[in-house]
């Protein structure tokens, strides 16, 4: 690398530790999911995305069901569904169950089964999926799907968990809607998780499975965001929230976890989305369809064990630029070999726009004076 590349190298990283600055964990949605508990018991009148997310609950069960693969598929509305108490889950959960089904066949969710998701729903602000069978004490394989908390109007609220960031340090009127991101996270779970193969699940410590489930799904999900809703920028915004929050889980963490391998998507997601930007009627697709769809496109995106170790020094090597950076060393760039030190940067340059496409500008701080203030004359 030439002199000049250097020169321009530096003042590029100069400018990345504002990838992880202004961190923060982000509670707001569990404190809401609370007070949402508190409105389903005492019948507090619906909100607009109340009952946003009730229509789109219905809607993506009914899809679901509809697929005809031999699967009971349950989508939890959180604003009517009680889930106060692993006793509350179990009611729920069988009453749903066989309301799709039909006929009551005996099954009732097991007590250890309904304490997991009692722990989970109170502990984790993001939109889940799990998948039960007889070990759970259910007859038929049901596929159970938690929507996020609706009790959230600002749209940016629905990335402050993800991107570990305040409210605050959003920009006003992205170009996506609240629905929107609903919408990607049913589809990354229902279309997604939801559609992929029965024996993945009990193999999802594997780091290889587990990425290609993840990708699989976030795949789905941008087939369904724009099927649904023809809007590519809200596509494009979960691959930059993929790119953005990885990062910023390393911060937070201190070391390149599992969590952060498994959801560093962003590149193969935009071979994703150029793939279906190409397909001119994709929004006259059926659901059976976009499951088709989803599995053509996974096929040629999927990862290997060896992509994922150069993910995994990507990210190391990339979170250590950003660290030099923010502590004025320069400890890292003269040693990473060239193939390393281009993949860390490439992926650096996707944060850096993922930020400006979320975050607000960073505020110049204001120069200070080069004279001081005159003082006053006394009489």
Request: hydrophobic residues 40%; aromatic residues 6%.
């Amino acid at each position: 690398m030439q002199q000049p590349d250097i020169k321009k190298l530096e003042e590029f990283l100069s400018r990345t530790p504002v990838l992880i600055a202004h961190m923060r964990k982000s509670e707001t949605l569990l404190e809401r999911r609370a007070k949402r508990q508190a409105w389903v018991i005492v019948g507090e009148p619906p909100s607009e995305p109340t009952l946003q997310h009730r229509r789109l609950s219905e809607e993506f069960a009914c899809r679901m069901n509809a697929l005809g693969n031999d699967r009971i598929c349950i989508v939890i509305d959180r604003t009517r569904d009680n889930f106060s108490s692993a006793e509350d889950i179990q009611k729920t959960v069988v009453r749903k169950y066989q309301e799709i089904l039909g006929v009551d066949d005996g099954s009732r969710l097991a007590l250890k089964t309904a304490l997991a998701l009692d722990w989970a729903t109170k502990t984790m602000p993001v939109a889940m999926f799990s998948q039960f069978g007889e070990f759970d004490g259910l007859k038929k394989p049901c596929l159970l799907i938690l929507p996020k908390e609706p009790a959230i109007d600002d749209v940016s609220l629905k990335f402050t968990h993800s991107l570990r960031s305040a409210p605050s340090r959003f920009r006003k009127n992205l170009p996506i809607s609240r629905e929107d991101i609903d919408r990607i996270e049913l589809h990354h779970e229902a279309f997604g998780h939801g559609t992929d193969a029965w024996h993945k699940w009990h193999s999802r410590a594997d780091i290889v499975v587990r990425s290609n489930m993840e990708l699989r799904a976030d795949v789905a999900a941008l087939i369904g965001v724009i099927h649904d809703t023809g809007n590519v920028e809200a596509a494009k915004s979960w691959i930059f929230a993929r790119d953005l929050s990885a990062l910023r889980k390393i911060r937070e963490n201190k070391e390149t976890t599992f969590q952060a391998i498994i959801y560093a998507n962003g590149g193969e997601l935009r071979k994703a989305l150029g793939i279906i930007q190409q397909i001119p009627d994709i929004r006259a697709l059926k659901d059976s369809g976009l499951v088709r769809l989803t599995d053509k496109i996974f096929q040629s995106v999927e990862v290997e064990k060896a992509i994922l170790d150069a993910r995994t020094n990507m990210l190391d090597d990339a979170f250590r630029l950003v660290r030099d950076a923010e502590e004025g060393k320069n400890t890292t760039l003269p040693c990473l070999p060239p193939e390393r030190l281009a993949s860390s940067v490439s992926y650096l340059q996707d944060c850096m726009q993922a930020h400006a496409f979320f975050m607000k500008p960073a505020q110049t701080p204001r120069p200070k004076p080069t004279c001081p203030a005159p003082r006053p004359v006394m009489p």
